[in-house]
């Protein structure tokens, strides 16, 4: 059973998952607006919501941050971007592939 874990680097706008100490495989993301940054810490996957409706795409995994989360897009040309007021947009494909992998508590770094 593989251990997994993310690793979100802000200043490469990467979400990286991580099995142990190795990287599984690396996704665009886009980050939090200068006014609504995205908060750097440690956090678990609290909740995992199919369809969330709304710009959060086709999924939503919950942080241990009340109101922030890993999620699909509407808007796919903000990925790479300074776009969210604070969670991390993935394209829909992308966050469809990470639900799959992680469970909820998986532990989520968000780093500078």
Not at 15 to 33: A, R, S, T
Not at 44 to 50: A, R
Not at 77 to 95: K, L, P, Q, W
Request: hydrophobic share 35%; net charge positive.
């Amino acid at each position: 059973m593989p251990a997994y874990r993310i690793i979100v680097d802000l200043s490469e706008r990467t979400l990286y998952l991580l099995d142990g100490n190795q990287v599984v495989n690396g996704y665009p993301i886009g980050i939090g607006k200068m006014l609504t940054q995205t908060p750097q810490g440690e956090y678990t996957i609290i909740n995992k919501v199919p369809n969330p409706g709304g710009p959060f795409g086709a999924f939503w995994l919950g942080l241990s941050r009340p109101h922030y989360g890993i999620h699909g897009t509407n808007n796919p040309s903000s990925i790479g971007t300074m776009a969210s007021h604070g969670c991390i947009r993935m394209h829909n494909r992308d966050v469809l592939s990470l639900s799959r992998l992680v469970s909820i508590g998986t532990r989520v770094t968000i780093r500078q």
